[in-house]
């Protein structure tokens, strides 16, 4: 016979398969809905009020880590029982499993407000632990129960390698089969009867299983992660700006098919991040420290954000990366406090000029001091567009700098600002080969027509946006052909802060053309007909594009 650790590693890895898919299965319907939580809050509700008191003095603050330590140690035992129990024969195993299933389930379902949809990490759970002590049992050669043995389990039993069988016999009790290749089959062949312990393939299996428990747990514990985030944010309630933005002038959206409309849309924000998976912080375990060069360090909860008064402003975000003529820029209506009302209550130094943001996953901005305190609406964005700021843009706050590309300024989940100097310290970028310091450089985009795109000859329109953000586009010029610069007519802005949308008639003659665009913003500089990659500070370079017209 098998020894009785072989039952209870079966029992134990099975339910930690069976926790673990019950986990993943809760990151889709609710993190509340995880067995062990619905059992440990149930336990609270059932325990007698001396108890809980008597829990609450003697654990304080880790009552709730040992309340699901108990029930963790509690399944343990019960789960290495219930596979010495399907050792002897698989019946029973799931009998017990079930058993287990049905506590858990109704743990869940006789939660406030709990659905029967909510039973499914459970049911599933289960079923699949069910599923893997079958597949264990089978395996390493338990007892199985009535009926032919199938033959997937004898030939893969004959396949193990003839030392291992040796040695196994070596170590195995008296009155069981030796695995030997030729007596095997016969064995296998009847139903109910022991067959060869193998402890190998016990051992491998067992670590399967672990590497699948694990990765379910640890897969499932992210979604349910990103659930209770988004559920806090659907919670937040955004007050009314001190300082609400004009309404937009009526003019700043010329309406062009094809063309970016003026406001972004959330859904269609370009996004760009070091982070493979999103952040997911809790607006209240969110802080953010200022410390470094500081009269005061000053620690804020995003409810004591919420209580200064917000500003509301018209921002193009735009990123360093982006080509000449790319996606990377967007423009949104952001709400806020003022990075500088923040800091001025630390106190800065005289020596001061960077602020060197990390976000809650470690990515870090350095800013330039005198940008934000110049009295431009640098924010501690808390909302885009009307909206919670989305999770993807960094919720619960983000950085939003007029003017500056989002690597050196935009900060999504930022937690932490150091008050520091640019002799001292280097952000993410820097040593990546990315300038220290990233100022927008001038730029315009043809939007339509597209690049590539076949006309029809006759009047068309050719549009597209600039910007030149905190100074602002004043003109824009287009060409066709190489030939003379035609002044666009540009959309109205309601600052200098947002791209500007412009639109030019053409009367479009048949053949290929080449349309280029330049901007000259309101310090008089135009745009420079120079290439320059993004690296290190930004491209350069006019905005073309060829079409057929027919
Ligand atoms: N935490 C964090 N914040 C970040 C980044 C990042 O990688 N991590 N990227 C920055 C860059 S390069 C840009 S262009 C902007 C983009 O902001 P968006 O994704 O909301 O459009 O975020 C900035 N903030
Ligand atoms: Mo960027």
Redesign the pocket.
């Known amino acids: 016979m098998a020894p009785a650790w072989a039952g209870a590693l079966a029992g134990l890895v099975s339910g930690g398969v069976a926790l673990g898919i019950a986990q993943l299965v809760a990151g889709f319907v609710g993190p509340e809905t995880f067995p062990v939580v619905a059992v440990g809050d149930a336990t609270v509700d059932l325990t007698p009020a001396p108890v809980k008191d008597f829990a609450i003095r003697t654990f304080g603050e880790n009552d709730k880590a040992v309340l699901v330590g108990g029930v963790l140690v509690v399944l343990a035992g019960v789960a290495a029982l219930i596979g010495v129990l399907a050792w002897r024969r698989l019946a029973y195993g799931f009998a017990g499993l079930a058993a287990f299933g049905v506590i858990g389930a109704l743990a869940v379902v006789t939660r406030p407000d709990a659905g029967l949809l909510d039973a499914s990490p459970t049911v599933v759970g289960v079923a699949v632990g069910a599923w893997a002590l079958a597949w264990l049992v089978r395996r390493a050669g338990g007892r199985r129960g009535a009926g032919p043995a199938p033959d997937t389990a004898s030939a893969s039993a004959a396949s193990v390698p003839l030392t291992l069988v040796g040695a196994e016999r070596a170590t195995s009790a008296v009155g069981e089969q030796a695995g030997d290749g030729a007596e095997r089959p016969a064995v296998m062949r009847a139903g109910g009867e022991p067959v060869a312990f193998d402890r190998r393939r016990l051992l491998t299996g067992a670590v399967g299983g672990v590497v699948v428990a694990g990765a379910a747990g640890v897969l499932g514990q992210q979604l349910g992660g990103r659930q209770a985030v988004d559920a806090a944010r659907t919670g937040v309630a955004l007050p009314r700006p001190a300082t609400p933005a004009k309404p937009l002038p009526a003019g700043a959206d010329l309406r062009i098919r094809g063309l970016s409309p003026f406001v972004t849309p959330n859904r269609d924000?370009?996004?760009?991040?070091?982070?493979l998976v999103v952040p997911q912080v809790d607006p209240n375990d969110w802080k953010l420290r200022i410390h470094g060069l500081v009269d005061r360090p000053v620690e804020l909860t995003y409810a004591d954000l919420l209580k200064m008064p917000l500003t509301e402003a018209d921002v193009t975000?735009a990123?360093?990366?982006n080509e000449v003529g790319g996606p990377?820029v967007?423009n949104a209506r952001w709400l806020g406090v003022r990075m500088s009302e923040v800091l001025r209550r630390a106190g800065l130094r005289s020596d001061a000029d960077m602020l060197l943001s990390t976000?809650a996953?470690g990515?870090t901005?350095g800013t330039p001091v005198d940008v934000v305190m110049d009295g431009r609406e640098a924010l501690f964005a808390v909302a885009m567009n009307g909206e919670v700021l989305p999770v993807?843009?960094?919720f619960p706050v983000?950085q939003v700098v007029p003017g500056l590309?989002?690597?050196v300024s935009?900060?999504?989940?930022v937690v932490d600002i150091k008050v520091t100097r640019f002799d001292r310290d280097e952000a993410y970028w820097t040593p990546r080969g990315w300038s220290a310091k990233g100022p927008i450089k001038t730029q315009s985009r043809i939007d339509v027509p597209k690049s590539g795109d076949s006309l029809k000859a006759g009047g068309t329109t050719i549009a597209g946006v600039a910007w030149a953000q905190h100074t602002g586009v004043d003109a824009v010029e287009v060409r066709v052909d190489r030939g003379q610069w035609r002044q666009a007519k540009l959309a109205e802005v309601p600052g200098p802060d947002t791209w500007r949308q412009w639109s030019i008639d053409w009367a479009a003659t048949p053949g290929e053309h080449t349309i280029e665009v330049r901007a000259t913003d309101a310090s008089g500089y135009t745009q420079t007909d120079q290439l320059a990659p993004p690296a290190p500070d930004g491209a350069t370079g006019w905005h073309s594009i060829t079409v057929k017209v027919s």
């Open positions: 924000f370009y996004r760009v991040d070091t982070a975000l990123c360093v990366s990377y967007g976000s996953d990515f901005c993807d843009h960094g983000r590309y989002g690597y935009a900060t999504k989940w």
